[in-house]
């Protein structure tokens, strides 16, 4: 089993839906939750970072963390057509210097 | 404030060869992580280096190494290439102080690099 699951999608969606994008994790040493986006042929950016379990808002996007499930949820609200990337889930356990990705969903929004 | 900067950008290579990638990160950031992206595999985590050592490694071979420079740049090789090298090599940047474990990862464009 992998650490990190990712459904890898494609998703598409129309203009303005709201998008659920998710991960789940088998490692319970992971206490930070990351959503990266990544366009074609750049490298990934960070869109949200939380610690432990809970939401985190922040514009059109929120992030939740169920650590009881090992479950992780990205949401965009009024999705847009820049929105369309590949979006990766990462996760890191306290002490480590390292990422552990999801494989990623590609996410396109259709005008 | 210039981001993670990485050459070269593309790269192709024949098997048996071996290459040298470049990574020059955000000013005043001291940590540097390298990963390896496929579409099979996804990203998988190399190693990272903080002020010249090299704090944690992934599950890669000997083949792959890297090292870190005064100024923080670095660079990582790949030996003896083969075509499952094949990838785009990104490399992150972070302040990586004490407790960077929270810090936040920049990532730069990546370097493609293609074995034939």
């Known amino acids: 089993q992998k650490e990190v699951e990712q459904d890898p999608g494609p998703l598409s969606v129309p203009e303005g839906a709201i998008v659920s994008l998710n991960c789940t994790y088998s490692n319970s040493a992971f206490q930070y939750f990351m959503w990266y986006r990544q366009y074609s042929r750049k490298g990934p950016e960070l869109l949200m970072y939380t610690y432990s379990s809970g939401n985190k808002e922040d514009g059109r996007f929120t992030a939740q963390v169920d650590k009881s499930s090992k479950y992780i949820s990205l949401f965009i609200r009024d999705s847009q057509p820049s929105d369309s990337a590949t979006y990766l889930c990462?996760?890191?356990?306290?002490?480590?210097?390292?990422?552990?990705f999801g494989k990623g969903t590609k996410l396109s929004v259709i005008p | 404030k210039a981001g993670v900067t990485q050459t070269p950008r593309y790269l192709i290579k024949t098997r048996g060869q071996q290459v040298t990638l470049s990574c020059s990160p955000i000013?005043?950031?001291?940590?540097v992580s390298w990963y390896q992206q496929t579409p099979g595999q996804g990203l998988q985590f190399l190693f990272e280096?903080?002020?010249?050592?090299?704090?944690n490694k992934g599950n890669f071979p000997g083949r792959f190494s890297g090292r870190q420079f005064s100024n923080s740049r670095s660079e990582m090789n790949v030996s003896t290439l083969e075509l499952g090298d094949s990838a785009l090599y990104l490399c992150?940047?972070?302040?990586?102080?004490?407790?960077?474990?929270?810090?936040?990862?920049?990532f730069g464009p990546g370097t493609r690099l293609t074995v034939l």
């Open positions: 990462a996760m890191s356990g306290a002490g480590s210097y390292q990422l552990t």
């Open positions: 000013s005043g950031h001291r940590s």
């Open positions: 280096y903080f002020s010249e050592t090299q704090r």
């Open positions: 992150a940047s972070s302040p990586g102080g004490r407790g960077s474990w929270t810090d936040t990862q920049y």
